[in-house]
Nanobody, 117 residues
Framework: QVQLVESGGGLVQPGGSLRLSCTAS????????MGWYRQTPGNERELVAT???????NYSDSVKGRFTISRDNAKDTVFLQMNSLKPEDAAVYYC???????????WGTGILVTVSS
């Protein structure tokens, strides 16, 4: 059973920081790519950042320079450090992993990030 469990969301003021964590139920080397996506009501889920098994990172233009994705292989965890948060960053954030053995996407249940004063 593949599980991705997110943590670290919550309420933060504009300009503040949060760090999201995604812990997998198996080695993250089992995934070709892991990443973070976000979704707001009425909108499609959008890519925020991804990191490959080889640690190649990719960011959406809207978060480039403010967010950093990283991985701790020993803890089977992927992080999303979010700095200089804006109200438009508020969303439900989802962890994603594309499993190597079946090439399927697996998702966490999502975690809410609220940016408000």
């Amino acid at each position: 059973q593949v599980q991705l469990v997110e943590s670290g969301g919550g309420l933060v003021q504009p300009g503040g920081s949060l760090r999201l964590s995604c812990t997998a139920s198996l080695s993250i080397f089992s995934f070709n790519v892991m990443g973070w996506y976000r979704q707001t009501p009425g909108n499609e889920r959008e890519l925020v950042a991804t990191v490959t098994k080889e640690a190649i990172r990719n960011y959406s233009d809207s978060v480039k320079g403010r967010f950093t994705i990283s991985r701790d292989n020993a803890k089977d965890t992927v992080f999303l450090q979010m700095n200089s948060l804006k109200p438009e960053d508020a969303a439900v954030y989802y962890c994603n992993g594309k499993l190597s053995r079946d090439n399927l996407d697996y998702w966490g249940t999502g975690i809410l990030v609220t940016v408000s004063s």
